[in-house]
């Protein structure tokens, strides 16, 4: 079996790991938190969304936040404009960064588009067209992140052709990247593996990534399964935070600690190092007040306190 050599994380703590938190997280902690990611050596992340306070108000200080990070040239800082009316306000931080990429969502559910952005697939691509094209006309990336791949909380199974049919939408559009999620985190190997190829009949290997959630615990298997088809980028969230606001019971993406670990123990490099991983993950969830939600930090974390006791 061939796998990648590198393995490029997304780590999307910062935006898709807060956003659903019921606490406020002050701007400073968030900007600690992409701080910390980026000195363990991520390279790509999402920092935050342009979307209404009134929908997403853990995301209402996007301009503070992109105003206090670390700026860094070999890193890649993602946003969330779903709109013409985020992507102009995204827009004003264009020259801050020297990569810097818009990230619009669709989803292959007709019942899930309604229930997350109000209308169908169809005119969620009608609607993300112009921030396509006018990212592109600033020099902007564009990502396209295509939710509910595998299963819907209300459609149920979905299948791999309306996967296929919005890669393409999104393709058209001028989305260079596409990511293919399991929002609810009911995929298994066969079924992600299925989806994968959907997509890849619009979009080349380089440029497509996974991004599961780890609901029955299948999330790594998943990772595992995409590797074996030479996917290389993967979306993860560093102490697994995160979940789905229209999707009860869907916990968090896949800990970044948790990927990072099985790629090392591959032989996978990531540029990533995994104590100061920890560190973050740690930090944020003594933060929330809640459990490490990643299995490997855990362990690390208990066999540090074991050694200090030792000691």
């Not at 979940?243 to 970044?256: E, L, Q, S």
Request: aromatic residues 8%; hydrophobic residues 40%; charged residues 20%.
């Amino acid at each position: 079996m061939n796998y990648p050599n590198f393995v490029k994380i997304i780590d999307v703590g910062a935006r898709d790991g807060l956003q659903n938190e019921k606490q406020t997280v002050p701007s400073d902690v968030k900007i600690e938190l992409i701080n910390g990611l980026i000195d363990a050596g991520v390279r790509k992340l999402e920092a935050t969304s342009f979307v209404s306070p009134k929908w997403v108000p853990q995301m209402a200080d996007n301009d503070a936040v992109l105003n206090g990070i670390v700026k860094r040239d070999d890193v890649v800082y993602s946003v969330l404009t779903p709109n013409m009316k985020g992507f102009d306000a995204a827009l004003a931080h264009r020259d801050q960064f020297a990569n810097y990429e818009v990230v619009i969502f669709g989803s292959a559910s007709e019942a899930f588009s309604q229930k997350n952005i109000n209308c169908s697939i169809a005119e969620s691509i009608e609607r993300f067209a112009p921030v396509a094209y006018a990212a592109k006309a600033h020099g902007i990336k564009v990502r396209g992140v295509i939710s509910c791949t595998i299963g819907c909380p209300y459609e149920g199974e979905i299948h791999p052709d309306k996967v296929a049919y919005v890669t393409e939408k999104l393709v058209a559009i001028g989305a260079e990247h596409i990511g293919i999620a399991d929002t609810i985190g009911v995929g298994t190997p066969i079924k992600v593996q299925k989806a994968l190829d959907a997509a890849l009949r619009y979009i080349d290997i380089d440029n497509i990534s996974g991004h599961f959630h780890d609901t029955y615990g299948q999330a790594l298997s998943n990772t595992l399964a995409a590797l074996q088809m030479g996917v290389w980028q993967f979306d993860t969230s560093v102490a697994g935070l995160g979940g789905c606001p229209y999707a009860k019971g869907a916990t968090g993406n896949v800990a970044t600690e948790d990927v990072v670990y099985l790629l090392h123990g591959m032989g996978i490099e990531t540029g990533i190092d995994l104590d100061k991983l920890v560190d973050v993950g740690q930090k944020i969830s003594a933060f929330l007040g809640r459990q490490n939600g990643s299995k490997v930090a855990t362990a690390i974390l208990n066999k540090r306190k074991a050694l200090t006791v030792s000691e």
